[in-house]
């Protein structure tokens, strides 16, 4: 069945350092994929997606892309900030799927 | 604005208690699904819903139950034959069953047991 493998966590960086979590991905279709970030006690909410082969999504300096060669969807931001601390989940919905699959997410804390 | 409401955001249950958690959306979608999550760990499917008046089982239907009677609505039930309820509860919705189309969250509601 589908499946999403993110990096573990818990990562600690410093402000301004360049963060890279890492996320794969076993699905039998053409998936969607999804980073969803959930700040505490909060639910989820959509970072960015892409919908298909070499899409870039992007959205408040994180970015992804998907790359169907090495089924990877990868989650890059050049400086992070103290505020991106949070926990992030990667996401597919394969077609004809009614459900996200995510990985287990991956703690993110940042330093001042 | 618009959004999902999930209340309370914090139910005790005795043994032996069934529980409603409730969850409202006001952005007209279709579709509305239930997750459970565990620390540590991602989101488990528990039921979902495309349409009002029907639901389909997730991968952890077991000791929970659900209602569509209304778009706006879609409320779960945590019966007493959940042996493991405590947990993080998070409802979503999306326009339709779409996989493109990104789900929106609730805040969550977070079961104890006493």
């Known amino acids: 069945g589908d499946s999403v493998t993110q990096m573990e966590g818990p990562v600690t960086l410093s402000e301004e350092a360049f963060l890279t979590i890492n996320c794969t991905y076993t699905?039998?279709?053409?998936?969607?994929l999804f980073w969803y970030v959930q700040y505490p006690g909060e639910g989820l909410q959509l970072l960015l997606k892409?919908?298909?082969?070499?899409d870039k999504g992007s959205n408040k300096g994180f970015e992804a892309t998907y790359r169907k060669e090495t089924t990877s969807f990868h989650l890059e931001k050049g400086s992070v900030q103290v505020s991106d601390s949070a926990v992030y989940f990667c996401?597919?919905?394969?077609?004809?799927?009614?459900?996200?699959?995510f990985g287990q997410g991956t703690r993110l804390t940042i330093n001042p | 604005d618009g959004g999902i409401t999930q209340s309370p955001k914090y139910l005790f249950r005795k043994e032996g208690q069934n529980v409603t958690l409730s969850c409202e959306q006001n952005?007209?979608?279709?579709?509305m699904y239930w997750y459970r999550q565990d620390p540590g760990q991602g989101l488990r499917l528990i039921y979902y819903?495309?349409?009002?008046?029907?639901?389909q089982k997730g991968d952890i239907a077991e000791g929970y139950s659900v209602s569509r009677e209304k778009k706006e609505s879609f409320p779960l039930t945590v019966t007493s034959a959940q042996k493991n309820p405590t947990a993080f509860y998070l409802c979503?919705?999306?326009?339709?069953?779409?996989?493109?189309?990104?789900?929106?969250f609730g805040d969550g509601t977070r079961l104890s047991i006493l």
């Open positions: 699905a039998t279709g053409y998936p969607s």
């Open positions: 996401a597919l919905s394969d077609q004809g799927a009614q459900k996200l699959v």
């Open positions: 819903s495309q349409i009002v008046n029907d639901f």
């Open positions: 892409a919908t298909k082969a070499d």
């Open positions: 979503a919705s999306s326009p339709t069953v779409d996989s493109n189309q990104p789900q929106h």
């Open positions: 952005l007209n979608h279709d579709a």
